[in-house]
């Protein structure tokens, strides 16, 4: 099956830091991706969902200005935690959409927040 | 709102033992139901996909069934191994892409 790829796969780092999380589609063009949130014990919500070359489109409930996304290209979108605090600590998962509804997803990235 | 709900949360059995998974959804406008595994700290591994039109899926000794009347998806596991120790995400699809997850079953499977 088609591969994401998920970079760094866990980060720590001081409140009050930026922190950037790279997902890239290695063998198909996703022109739309995903981006999830994870708490221990807990399903997968989603944040927002972000198309190549637009703005994305966040949930209900999640900041914009804190969680920065950028779909510069069919194969890279990033999410950028910023000024990141304690409650921010999570996992983090991105999909990208191959054919319409076939999702493939990324490794996850484990952030921890000091 | 939409809701995925799994049961049970959590299951434990012996090795060998078929067992079957539920999931009940709200929204009856189904676009496809998915089922993936989940590691610990990992990412998600697609399972089976059953699109609006089609009642089951199987692949090897997984099974998924869909029932768009009640709500309801079931996973079966036949014959189950210590591997297939991992959580099991069932997820709705309401439209062409948004997925929303029930909150698991946590499976352990004991050799």
């Known amino acids: 099956g088609a591969v994401v790829s998920q970079h760094p796969s866990r980060v720590i780092c001081k409140s009050g830091t930026s922190v950037k999380i790279e997902c890239r589609s290695l063998?198909?063009?996703?022109?739309?991706m995903f981006w999830y949130r994870q708490f221990p014990k807990q399903s997968l919500m989603l944040m927002a969902t972000s198309n190549e070359g637009s703005k994305a489109t966040y949930e209900q409930g999640v900041e914009k200005d804190k969680f920065l996304i950028n779909h510069a290209s069919l194969t890279l979108s990033t999410l950028t935690v910023t000024s990141a605090h304690p409650e921010d600590s999570s996992f983090y998962i991105c999909s990208g959409e191959g054919a319409p509804g076939e999702l493939f997803f990324g490794e996850g990235s484990r952030l921890t927040v000091l | 709102k939409q809701e995925v709900t799994q049961i049970p949360a959590a299951l434990s059995v012996p090795e060998g033992e078929n067992l079957v998974l539920n999931c009940s959804f709200t929204?009856?406008?189904?676009?496809?139901l998915q089922w993936f595994r989940q590691d610990p700290g990992k990412g998600l591994t697609s399972l089976l996909l059953?699109?609006?039109?089609?009642r089951e899926q199987t692949s090897g000794r997984l099974n998924a069934s869909l029932d768009k009347s009640s709500g309801r998806s079931t996973l079966y596991i036949a014959a189950s191994q210590p591997g297939d120790s991992a959580t099991y995400l069932c997820?709705?699809?309401?439209?062409?892409?948004?997925?929303?997850f029930g909150s698991g079953t946590q499976l352990t499977v004991l050799p």
């Open positions: 929204d009856s406008a189904i676009y496809n």
């Open positions: 997820a709705h699809s309401g439209s062409a892409r948004q997925l929303t």
């Open positions: 063998d198909f063009q996703a022109t739309t």
């Open positions: 059953i699109q609006s039109s089609q």
